[in-house]
């Protein structure tokens, strides 16, 4: 097919009505003596810049030459005469064949060579061996990046091109086209999410937040899109955001809703407890057990948020005296504090079901660390006898 197309074209590229190439530059291009062809073709356009037919079968060669070597020069150079072609103005009828086939032949080099690049993208996926992964990735971003130059208004090619570059983890190279796609398609869902992507990796917290809340407002917005921008809220520092967030999605919550919040209120409260806020930790995590109490992970977390807690609280405390004696010389004598008890209970209620649930080492380890904050020796010493017997932290 395509050697029919190139056959149909040079055809009618030698129509004596309107022939301005000489008939020994065909006979080479018959011959596939394509460089003596393109030099004399090249000769006739610089000493005639409208000789329509000459650029027209300048792009015909170079087309030609593309289909033997695959080279991407040969594309653009076949692309650049069929352009020029396309830009000329003539009242000949056969300038308009020329126009239409150049126009046609566009379309066509523009097909093969994004194809090519989706069977390489395809074949990158597929290939176990990273080195030639990494090879036929390279192919495919490009023929991608040839398809663009090719039809720069071809949006299909631009998210296949920004997610090779994303593969690579080159996403400084993702995020233009992303945004480039993006002015001709704003409500395109897939562009947002792999700019928001490529934006987080390379540390742009401010800019991901601000693709997700332009997604938001144009009412596009999954309940995946509010899982991003609440993680993004989070790790630009703006807590409040992301629980604003969390809050929104959990208004109506349903088995799909719980099961998306439930690793983000873990997330959040992880955080909180990393920068010291304990309470505000605790608060979250207990939020994801109300959500789905099985979630062992989450109810060990809970416990040791708790023991966190009470230790800043039995600090605080503690602190509290020693700077309301500094005005004696004699060292205060501190009272034990008993504040954590209610704390402890708690979570040792929480923590005793995935403890059995789980029965691994960390957990009973847990378990008889709580007994024995609470002064429950002979519990705390059970406990640890399970730790010789339970199953090997995972």
């Not at 030698?14 to 393109?38: G, H, L, N």
């Not at 695959?70 to 103005?89: F, G, I, P, W």
């Not at 004696?328 to 708690?346: F, H, L, N, Q, V």
Request: glycine share 2%; aromatic share 10%; proline share 4%.
């Amino acid at each position: 097919m395509k050697a029919l197309l190139f056959v149909l074209t040079f055809a009618l590229s030698c129509s004596t009505a309107f022939s301005q190439v000489p008939s020994f530059v065909k006979s080479m291009i018959q011959r596939k003596e394509y460089d003596r062809a393109i030099a004399e073709l090249q000769r006739l356009c610089k000493e005639n810049p409208n000789n329509i037919e000459a650029f027209y079968v300048l792009g015909n060669v170079y087309y030609e030459k593309a289909q033997n070597d695959k080279r991407a020069e040969d594309y653009r150079m076949a692309t650049e005469n069929y352009r020029k072609v396309l830009s000329m103005k003539s009242s000949e009828k056969q300038a308009a064949v020329f126009q239409l086939q150049a126009e046609n032949t566009i379309r066509t080099m523009w097909a093969i060579v994004f194809n090519d690049g989706v069977s390489a993208f395809n074949e990158a996926v597929q290939d176990k061996n990273p080195e030639t992964r990494k090879l036929r990735m390279d192919t495919a971003i490009a023929k991608f990046q040839l398809a663009i130059e090719i039809e720069p208004d071809s949006m299909q090619v631009y998210l296949p091109l920004a997610r090779g570059y994303i593969v690579e983890g080159q996403y400084a190279k993702a995020e233009p086209v992303l945004r480039e796609y993006l002015k001709k398609n704003p409500d395109e869902v897939d562009a947002y999410t792999l700019l928001d992507y490529a934006l987080e990796k390379q540390d742009k917290f401010s800019e991901a937040i601000q693709v997700l809340e332009d997604l938001v407002k144009r009412g596009k917005a999954t309940p995946d899109i509010y899982n991003r921008l609440m993680v993004a809220y989070i790790r630009g520092n703006r807590i409040a955001d992301a629980e604003r967030i969390l809050d929104k999605v959990l208004e109506n919550p349903t088995p799909d809703t719980k099961k998306t919040a439930v690793p983000l209120l873990r997330y959040l409260a992880q955080v909180l407890a990393d920068s010291g806020k304990y309470e505000a930790a605790i608060y979250q995590i207990k939020r994801a057990l109300d959500l789905d109490p099985t979630v062992s992970d989450a109810a060990y977390n809970y416990a040791v948020y708790n023991i966190q807690y009470v230790d800043k609280l039995r600090k605080a405390y503690e602190d509290s005296i020693i700077a309301a004696s500094k005005k004696s010389k004699k060292k205060p004598k501190i009272p034990e504090y008993t504040g954590g008890i209610p704390y402890y209970e708690r979570a040792l209620a929480v923590l005793r079901p995935a403890a059995e649930r789980e029965n691994t080492k960390q957990y009973w380890r847990l378990m008889a660390k709580l007994y024995a904050l609470l002064g429950r020796n002979a519990e705390s010493k059970e406990a640890l006898n399970r730790v010789n017997s339970a199953k090997e932290d995972s």
